[in-house]
């Protein structure tokens, strides 16, 4: 069996956005279902957070290419 | 002109499965004008362009009073943008110069980021990271201009680098994370989520199509049906990448025009 191990170490590194990007929209739903009418402010944000989250696997997928 | 699955070599038999990587986005150009060699995510570009100008052309060309169908699709996304990411981000104040812009951002992307789920298209113009590159190049000009023009060189350097109610010694350590984090990193995570979506979101349809292709016909008996299974992947995965092409393209404006409301911001 070949491979690449940076595709493991890409996995691993991957999770921690992902518990991030949970939490995120987690709490984005919990919010909506409080407070219905406060939706169209919360996407914009929730939708921000989650592109700065997933930022951290952008550039650990941009690495485990490159190194 | 080459389509990806064309590009990606299937391996016979006897050289065993072959895993499309970042070479199979090496496309090799499709014809050369004066030794430069035109590829194919290049004439996408202009694609893409001629296709966003020719919809918004052919919407707003009989601007009636009671709208067409065209018309009102027209006007629908346009309010879209304008509304949820203009008004909402930049304020109502400031907005409307940004408008033209961030709508010709959002469509623009969003065409080419299409390219990679329509048939016989099929490659994502931004799966290519010097494309990533020049928009966010365009952008972080913009962003900086007009924070420089509504601040001045050194008002809006302070803006960007100092954060406010911080007293102290805490400052030296604020004041270059804030430099790097704001004006050096902002364009290149801009670019590279772009990028990195569309790559994977590529390779991932390439892997699942090339290795059932594999599967199917150069396995043993026993394993051929997962082939089917990895096919079933394949389209399910292609819509999933709609999904995430509509959101990348929204996530690049969402942030473009948080730029320029951080540009144009008085305070922190």
């Known amino acids: ?67 | 002109m080459s389509f990806a699955g064309s590009v990606v070599s299937l391996s016979g038999s006897e050289g065993g499965f072959v895993a499309p990587g970042p070479d199979s986005f090496n496309l090799p150009p499709v014809f050369t004008v004066a030794g430069v060699g035109i590829t194919k995510p290049m004439l996408e570009l202009f694609l893409a362009a001629i296709l966003v100008f020719w919809f918004f052309w052919a919407a707003s060309r009989k601007r009636a009073m009671v709208p067409g169908k065209l018309q009102f699709a027209g006007e629908a996304i346009y309010s879209g943008v304008r509304n949820s990411l203009g008004r909402d981000l930049i304020g109502s104040k400031d907005f409307m110069p940004f408008v033209p812009y961030l709508v010709t951002l959002f469509f623009f992307i969003l065409v080419s980021n299409w390219f990679g789920s329509i048939p016989f298209i099929q490659f994502p113009t931004f799966s290519r990271v010097s494309m990533a590159y020049a928009l966010a190049g365009l952008s972080w000009v913009i962003y900086n201009a007009v924070g420089i023009r509504r601040h001045g060189f050194l008002g809006y350097l302070r803006l960007q680098t100092v954060p406010g109610g911080v007293k102290g010694p805490i400052l030296a350590l604020l004041i270059p994370l804030e430099f790097m984090s704001n004006l050096v990193i902002r364009p290149i995570t801009l670019s590279l989520r772009l990028f990195a979506n569309m790559f994977a979101g590529h390779i991932l349809a390439l892997l699942f199509a090339t290795g059932g292709e594999y599967l199917l016909l150069h396995a043993d008996t026993a394993i051929k049906p997962v082939g089917i299974l990895a096919w079933v992947m394949a389209i399910a995965i292609a819509f999933l990448e709609l999904l995430v092409q509509f959101l990348q393209a929204y996530v690049f404006t969402l942030l473009n025009a948080m730029y320029i409301s951080g540009a144009l911001a008085e305070e922190h």
């Open chain 1, 1 to 67: 069996m070949t491979g690449s191990a940076n595709m493991i170490g890409y996995g691993l590194a991957a999770v921690g956005p992902g518990i991030g990007i949970g939490l995120i929209f987690a709490a984005y739903i919990n919010g909506v279902a409080r407070q219905p009418e406060a939706q169209g402010r919360l996407q914009s944000i929730a939708i921000l957070g989650f592109a700065l989250a997933e930022a951290l696997a952008i550039i650990g997928i941009a690495l485990a290419f490159v190194l």
